[in-house]
């Protein structure tokens, strides 16, 4: 497979990547370059900073891949980033992010009642016209 990961090298992302390199994929990783590689073989590296408007957009044009890994969304345009920039250019995206997004243990929403991405993006999709949920 060919796989995006945005981020890389932190501690859950460097096992995911050594993963997928120890099974024989195709890793490219978007980061800012600062944090040195902590895995054993070879990906490809596009630099950027995904908090700078257009640099992710601008690393990945004209490509594709099998899979998008984000590691690095930490608030919600980072969702709606990812959704906009990949929106028909790859079979999966998978978002492993953190809880502090959800503003601590006793913020609203954290028992499983606040609205889903796949809700939200939803509800934009329909105002748009586009939606390819049911």
């Known amino acids: 497979m060919d796989i995006l990961i ?29 944090t040195p590689a902590r895995f054993q073989g ?12 257009g640099s992710l957009e601008t690393a990945v044009a004209g490509r594709t891949w099998d899979a998008v890994i984000d590691m690095t969304a930490f608030a ?3 969702g709606t ?18 809880t502090c997004v959800y503003g ?6 954290r028992d499983g009642s606040a609205p889903s991405f796949r809700h ?4 934009q999709s329909r105002h748009r016209g586009d939606s390819p949920f049911p």
């Open 6 to 34: 945005i981020g890389g090298t932190g501690l859950i992302s460097t096992a995911i990547v050594q993963q997928l390199l120890d099974r024989g994929d195709r890793v490219t990783l978007f980061n800012r370059g600062t």
């Open 42 to 53: 070879t990906v490809e590296h596009l630099t950027g900073n995904r908090w700078e408007p």
């Open 76 to 78: 919600p345009a980072n």
């Open 81 to 98: 980033q990812l959704v906009e920039t990949f929106w028909g250019r790859t079979e999966q995206v998978i978002l492993c992010s953190t």
């Open 104 to 109: 601590g243990p006793d913020a609203p929403g």
């Open 120 to 123: 939200v993006r939803r509800q």
